[in-house]
């Protein structure tokens, strides 16, 4: 059984930053975050594969940062520039991709985190 568990949710002001790990119990190819806003749909924010190809949102892009720690099966999400529409449950999430690539699609992960709150006052 794979497990995967987040940490690092907090409460921000605007403009501020804030960084959120991930560690998963085994080396998986495509590591990813999403994220979900009371009401709305779970949204892709960044993913990474072994490769070391990294794909974003264009709501996060160039403010948030996707990378591995030295060991494979941890990952990190640096955000920066934090608004107030970043407020959500941050989910840390691992999968085989789709012929090698980590799109921001959920289905093509498999495991998932319980999930870490990351809400930001304006």
């Known amino acids: 059984q794979v497990q995967v568990e987040e940490s690092g949710g907090d409460s921000v002001q605007a403009g501020g930053s804030l960084t959120l790990s991930c560690v998963v119990s085994r080396n998986i190819w495509c590591m990813a975050w999403f994220r979900q806003a009371p009401g709305e749909e779970r949204e892709g924010v960044g993913s990474i594969g072994s490769d070391g190809r990294r794909s974003y949102s264009d709501s996060v892009k160039d403010r948030f940062t996707i990378s591995k720690g030295s060991a494979e099966n941890t990952l990190y999400l640096q955000m920066n520039s934090l608004k107030p529409e970043d407020t959500a449950m941050y989910y840390c999430?691992?999968?085989?991709?789709?012929?090698?690539?980590?799109?921001?699609?959920?289905?093509?992960?498999?495991?998932w985190g319980q999930g870490t709150q990351v809400t930001v006052s304006s």
């Open positions: 999430a691992a999968g085989p991709g789709y012929i090698g690539r980590c799109s921001l699609g959920s289905s093509v992960y498999t495991y």
